[in-house]
């Protein structure tokens, strides 16, 4: 049962580049993998195509002009039980935010009908808003956090799923007991997701919630997992506010940083995915580079929290793997197009109001070679945030081998964007799209501006049909 489309498909290729076929043909194998591409196909070479492939039988799905095939997003961090929250406490900052808006919403998920009811729309939300593969925390609570687990496996969507450990800093009635208790759990929450049946789209991941909420026995406990199980995925928060990172200083003196704290505890390496990083210095730049860390940026929720605007730009331009997050809810929006829009916005920010801090070169004693800038201190072009919203997430949590962009071999997770509105034109509501914006057949340029349009004013309303896998598993279409 192998499943053909036939359309404009854009993948990304790099962080500066990105691919865009008009007339695509691109064959889904029975387990979800992608069979094979032909990335130029005139109408009337289809059947000759499809029979070279001996495909003559798949089933065949044609785009509309104004539809396309792209890779699905990438969410790299993001709190499924904020969500109820969502759009709420934004008054605050980090610390009093998690104290009066977050923790509360967290202590609900001790009941587990609540959790069960909580989870089943959260996880459909995110798959609605074309999130294909999904970095989740859920709570302290080990049942709550195994529910999350099986409602993302049975609903299909990729993903990591991850308990917060937190034995201290934290309310009375809603803190892990001990450092032993927490990893207890934990190990509990990884023996429950490795042995969920299937294809294993869901993995677990740790979950250490920031450096203030651990005490030194729990993440030495958490380094030594993290050792012995090199296939673990670590994921938390570093460096997001400047309060933050002071209250850190005065818990590990004895460590150089807020990055050397997460080092000095193994749990900083090339499976770790870092939320955030919007204050770290020169040199935690250098050892985030080194140990081949990730970094989510959740640009969303680094405005709505005040929490300052990373420089994107400087990590790419030292080579550090970059993805975004939608961090919910500190950040307002389930959708990796609204953090897409305003990654765009920080980096044209940064671009007009501190242009010599920005291009600013790191010290060239600390690196060897001096760092040349190619994204700091610019506006992010849109094959960057394609990159970052797709194949760059996937480079984040491991999976650059297996998702983020289409390859032969790879899994089919995408989404079947349409552009149109319900009277059938593209673009402004009303307008001849098609003729007034200039949104003709065929070129290069053509699906750049479809993809664009869509980055700037799209929404799920535009994600008509989301795959993981090969399998059809929300969107749009499913509500009509
Ligand atoms: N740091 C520790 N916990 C959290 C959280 O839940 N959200 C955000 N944005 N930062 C955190
Ligand atoms: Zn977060």
């Known amino acids: 049962s192998q499943t053909v489309f036939y359309g404009a498909v854009i993948t990304p290729?790099?962080?500066?580049?990105?691919?865009?076929?008009?007339?695509?043909?691109?064959?889904?194998?029975?387990?979800?993998?992608i069979d094979w591409l032909a990335e130029d196909v005139h109408d009337s070479a289809v059947q000759d195509v499809l029979a070279q492939h001996g495909a003559q039988d798949a089933a065949f799905v044609e785009l509309k002009h104004g539809e396309f095939l792209m890779p699905g997003f990438v969410d790299t961090h993001t709190h499924a039980p904020q969500v109820p929250n969502i759009g709420s406490g934004g008054q605050d900052e980090l610390l009093d935010w998690l104290s009066n808006t977050t923790f509360p919403m967290e202590a609900k998920f001790?009941?587990?009908d609540f959790a069960r009811r909580a989870y089943s729309s959260v996880v459909r939300r995110f798959i609605n808003s074309g999130t294909t593969t999904c970095c989740y925390y859920g709570t302290l609570h080990l049942e709550a956090t195994k529910i999350l687990a099986d409602i993302v496996h049975s609903y299909g969507q990729r993903a990591f799923v991850g308990k917060c450990n937190m034995d201290r800093?934290?309310?009375?009635?809603?803190?892990?007991?001990?450092?032993?208790?927490?990893?207890?759990?934990t190990e509990a929450l990884i023996a429950h997701i490795r042995a969920l049946a299937g294809p294993p789209l869901v993995q677990p991941v740790l979950t250490p919630r920031f450096a203030i909420s651990c005490t030194p026995p729990l993440l030495t406990a958490l380094g030594a997992l993290a050792?012995?199980?090199?296939?673990?995925?670590?994921?938390?928060?570093?460096?997001?506010?400047?309060?933050?990172?002071?209250?850190?200083?005065?818990?590990?003196?004895?460590?150089?940083?807020?990055?050397?704290?997460y080092d000095r505890f193994g749990l900083l390496g090339a499976r770790t995915v870092l939320a955030h990083a919007v204050h770290l210095d020169d040199e935690e730049v250098h050892l985030v580079k080194e140990r081949d860390a990730g970094v989510?940026?959740?640009?969303?929720?680094?405005f709505n929290l005040r929490s300052g605007i990373c420089n994107v730009g400087n990590l790419l331009d030292h080579g550090i793997k970059v993805g975004l997050g939608t961090d919910v809810s500190g950040g307002f929006s389930t959708s990796i197009i609204t953090a897409i829009q305003h990654a765009s916005t920080a980096s044209k920010v940064l671009a007009f109001q501190a242009p010599a801090a920005?291009?600013?070169?790191?010290?060239?004693?600390?690196?060897?070679?001096?760092?040349?800038?190619?994204?700091?201190?610019?506006?992010?072009?849109?094959?960057?945030?394609?990159?970052?919203?797709?194949?760059?997430?996937a480079h984040v949590c491991g999976l650059q081998h297996r998702v983020g962009s289409f390859a032969q071999g790879k899994a089919f997770d995408a989404l079947l964007v349409d552009l149109r509105d319900s009277a059938g034109n593209l673009g402004l509501w009303g307008v001849d799209g098609d003729r007034e914006l200039g949104?003709?057949?065929?070129?290069?340029?053509?699906?750049?501006?479809?993809?664009?349009?869509?980055?700037?004013?799209?929404?799920?309303?535009?994600?008509?049909?989301?795959?993981?896998?090969g399998r059809w598993i929300g969107g749009a279409e499913q509500r009509r």
Do not use: W
């Open 296 to 302: 989510s940026h959740c640009p969303t929720s680094n």
């Open 358 to 393: 920005s291009l600013k070169l790191s010290p060239p004693a600390l690196i060897g070679a001096p760092v040349v800038p190619t994204f700091s201190g610019r506006q992010l072009p849109l094959a960057t945030l394609l990159h970052m919203a797709t194949l760059g997430g």
């Open 110 to 112: 001790a009941d587990v």
């Open 227 to 261: 050792r012995a199980d090199p296939s673990l995925l670590v994921q938390t928060h570093i460096s997001e506010n400047v309060a933050e990172v002071a209250f850190v200083r005065r818990l590990f003196p004895e460590c150089a940083s807020y990055a050397d704290v």
């Open 439 to 469: 949104i003709g057949e065929g070129a290069r340029g053509t699906l750049g501006a479809m993809l664009e349009r869509f980055f700037f004013t799209g929404d799920d309303r535009n994600v008509r049909r989301v795959y993981v896998q």
């Open 169 to 185: 800093s934290s309310p009375a009635d809603y803190v892990e007991p001990s450092a032993t208790a927490s990893v207890a759990a």
């Open 13 to 33: 290729d790099s962080l500066s580049h990105y691919s865009a076929y008009p007339r695509c043909l691109l064959c889904v194998g029975a387990s979800g993998d």
